[in-house]
């Protein structure tokens, strides 16, 4: 894959894990469209990532390089206007990369989600990029001449049913299965469908109560920038799935061959979850609706 020649469109640009691989996307001199739902954070990405280049490369650029090289698109993956938005711009640009990475957590108990909060969980994170990787590949995807490239941004937790994450996993499990069935489908065209599965990563889609459960259990907890540049070199290699992370590539493998070991495994840490998930439904329940709490991320 060339990096420098691509045009890549990124969705939830902004995010942690998103906004420092759009970052590393950049320095190897990959056009981007940005994408989000607000402006004014994605102008400010966009004027990051030309300070950003200017500094890595040790040049000085022009004022106008930005908006040139780094585009932004204000617009809600979730709605049908804001999906024709993206592929209307995407395609103006001849963008031939999709990054699916916008992305929103529930750490819950199941008996506490609420159907809305269920049903934001399931479209960002599954619905949302399905629809848009139909609309980015187009109707005779499959004899196109143009090759284009889609990357799935899943989780672990794509792969390991985790206590308190039940839609987020079933979001994820989903993402993962569609992926590996449109790689099977698409094997003999030119296109390329990823999967990349990071663990635990220190951005702000986890709540506190969550960041609280990954230290006393003693979660591995990598920076955005470790993983994208994971993701980077995925992108460069073309390798179909990635899972970040030793041991969670070990447990992703066990959970597929032997998951009863996981059970046990994650049996034993039944208590101390349940504790951490008890402690963000309080705070929920005291501060704001849960459907909110899980919005305030996706920006």
């Not at 990096?3 to 990124?10: A, L, R, T, Y």
């Amino acid at each position: 894959m060339n990096i420098e020649q691509s045009m890549v469109v990124i969705t939830g640009a902004t995010g942690g894990i998103a906004a420092a691989v759009a970052k590393q996307l950049a320095v190897k001199g990959a056009k981007l469209l940005l994408v989000a739902r607000n402006s004014a954070n994605l102008k400010a990405l966009q004027q990051q990532l030309n300070l950003f280049v200017d500094t890595e490369n040790h040049v000085t650029t022009g004022a106008a390089s930005s908006g040139e090289r780094y585009h932004y698109l204000s617009a809600d993956i979730t709605t049908e206007q804001g999906k024709a938005d993206i592929i209307t711009k995407a395609e103006s640009l001849q963008a031939n990369m999709l990054i699916n990475a916008a992305g929103v957590s529930d750490f819950s108990y199941f008996s506490n989600i609420t159907e809305q909060a269920l049903q934001q969980t399931i479209n960002i994170n599954l619905t949302a990029p399905i629809a848009l990787t139909q609309l980015f590949l187009g109707q005779d995807h499959e004899h196109a001449e143009q090759a284009k490239y889609v990357v799935n941004i899943g989780s672990a937790l794509g792969s390991i049913g985790f206590a308190c994450y039940s839609s987020y996993c079933a979001a994820k499990f989903g993402l993962r299965g569609f992926t590996e069935s449109l790689q099977r489908e698409l094997a003999h065209s030119k296109h390329k469908i990823l999967y990349f599965a990071p663990r635990a990563t220190a951005t702000d889609i986890n709540s506190d109560a969550a960041n609280e459960m990954n230290a006393a259990l003693g979660n591995n907890v990598d920076t955005p920038d470790e993983v994208a540049k994971i993701l980077i070199k995925q992108i460069i290699s073309e390798q179909p799935r990635v899972t970040v992370g030793w041991p969670e590539k070990l447990f992703v493998r066990l959970n597929g061959l032997l998951p009863e070991l996981v059970d046990k495994a994650l049996g034993s840490k039944l208590e101390k979850i349940k504790y951490f998930a008890r402690t963000r439904e309080s705070v929920n329940k005291s501060v704001q609706p849960k459907a909110q709490a899980i919005a305030q991320h996706y920006d």
